[in-house]
């Protein structure tokens, strides 16, 4: 399964692809069965271990049946990034142009297997935890009066997807003239919503780069 991507979009480096992955952790995960694929929304972990192209740790409610097919295929897990539709009114010649979408996306291959230890998916929660509770007023982790961790772990799998090959795609008009690129932020920003407002800020590191 490839990732239609002409040179002008390709990441430039590996860098923008952890950015991608870090920013925008909710993917969706794609393992292949019979009849039917199984497809699953959760947020994956990216992490680069020396001499690898680094893996993807999560987990799933254990009711859910999808991690009893990791091992029989590979998996590919779908990350997209900052997205917004682009109008050629904002362009400088725009009756030359045709309506379009900008957008950062990238495609993750790779075998996924169940964590191999027991102190694993503990770890694993306690920094996901950390991650999106540590900066709130009363994080929840404070809210649990006593109540071990370890009690939730029966509902849930942790499991790591190995990076074998990564596909990136970074549409952000870099086949339009930086004078278009510049009017297109600006439009970008104008609109006022979030993914808007994220494609403006992704597209203007990109507008200098030609």
Same mark, same amino acid.
């Given at each position: 399964?490839?990732?239609?991507?002409?040179?002008?979009f390709?990441?430039?480096?590996a860098?923008?692809?952890a950015?991608?992955?870090?920013?925008?952790?909710?993917?969706?995960?794609?393992?292949?069965?019979?009849p039917?694929? #199984?497809i #699953?929304?959760?947020?994956?972990?990216?992490? &680069?271990?020396?001499?690898?192209?680094?893996?993807?740790l999560?987990?799933?409610?254990?009711a859910?049946?999808?991690?009893?097919?990791?091992?029989? *295929?590979? #998996?590919?897990?779908?990350?997209?990034?900052?997205?917004a539709?682009?109008?050629?009114? $904002?362009?400088?010649e725009?009756?030359? *142009?045709?309506?379009?979408?900008?957008?950062?996306?990238?495609?993750?291959?790779?075998?996924v297997?169940?964590?191999?230890?027991?102190?694993?998916?503990?770890?694993?929660?306690?920094?996901m935890?950390e991650?999106?509770?540590?900066?709130?007023?009363?994080p929840?982790?404070?809210?649990?009066?006593?109540?071990p !961790?370890?009690?939730?772990?029966?509902?849930?799998v942790g499991?790591?997807?190995?990076?074998?090959?990564?596909?990136?795609?970074?549409?952000?008009?870099?086949?339009?003239? !930086? *004078?278009?690129?510049?009017? &297109?932020?600006?439009?970008l920003?104008g609109?006022?919503?979030?993914?808007?407002?994220?494609? *403006?800020? $992704?597209?203007?590191r990109?507008?200098?780069?030609?």
């Open positions: 399964m490839s990732l239609y991507t002409p040179r002008a390709a990441a430039k480096d860098a923008v692809a950015k991608l992955l870090r920013e925008h952790p909710f993917a969706t995960l794609i393992t292949p069965g019979d039917e694929a #199984s #699953s929304h959760l947020p994956l972990e990216y992490r &680069v271990e020396d001499g690898s192209q680094g893996s993807l999560g987990h799933m409610a254990r859910n049946p999808h991690w009893e097919r990791f091992g029989r *295929a590979p #998996s590919i897990a779908i990350f997209h990034g900052p997205h539709y682009v109008s050629p009114s $904002w362009y400088a725009p009756a030359t *142009a045709v309506p379009t979408w900008n957008y950062a996306i990238a495609h993750v291959h790779g075998r297997e169940l964590l191999p230890d027991t102190a694993a998916t503990p770890r694993l929660l306690e920094e935890i991650r999106y509770e540590g900066g709130r007023a009363a929840w982790r404070l809210q649990l009066e006593g109540r !961790l370890a009690a939730m772990l029966d509902a849930i499991f790591r997807l190995a990076i074998e090959r990564m596909d990136v795609k970074i549409k952000l008009s870099q086949n339009r003239s !930086l *004078a278009d690129r510049e009017r &297109v932020i600006a439009a920003r609109e006022g919503y979030a993914d808007a407002l994220s494609t *403006a800020d $992704w597209m203007d990109y507008s200098r780069e030609g």
